[in-house]
Nanobody
Framework: QVQLVESGGGLVQAGGSLRLSCAAS????????MGWFRQAPGKQRELVAS???????NYASSVKGRFTISRDNGRNTVSLQMNSLKPEDTAVYYC?????????????WGQGTQVTVSS
């Protein structure tokens, strides 16, 4: 199994920055794509950004140019640098990872971290 633990959420004023981090631990053979989703109140969960082990990053159009996703394969961590934050970025942010374990491939989720952007 894979455990994902997020950190770095909080309250920030519009135009400010936050950095989210996520560390994967547990028993697994390899982690494939890692990413971040978010869910605002009353809305569906949406992809924010994703990053495969060595390929091209992918961003939601709403965050492109403001957010940067990165990962450290050796430490099994993924981070999301969020700049120029807007009130509409307010949501619970979830780390996700696709991983191979002894039971096969599955997607795993963190518990979520709250990001609140005040206007």
């Amino acid at each position: 199994q894979v455990q994902l633990v997020e950190s770095g959420g909080g309250l920030v004023q519009a135009g400010g920055s936050l950095r989210l981090s996520c560390a994967a631990s547990g028993s697994f053979f390899s982690i494939i794509t890692m990413g971040w989703f978010r869910q605002a109140p009353g809305k569906q969960r949406e992809l924010v950004a994703s990053i495969p082990p060595g390929g091209t990053t992918n961003y939601a159009s709403s965050v492109k140019g403001r957010f940067t996703i990165s990962r450290d394969n050796g430490r099994n961590t993924v981070s999301l640098q969020m700049n120029s934050l807007k009130p509409e970025d307010t949501a619970v942010y979830y780390c996700t990872a696709g991983a191979y374990t002894k039971t096969g491939f599955d997607n795993y989720w963190g518990q979520g971290t709250q990001v609140t952007v005040s206007s």
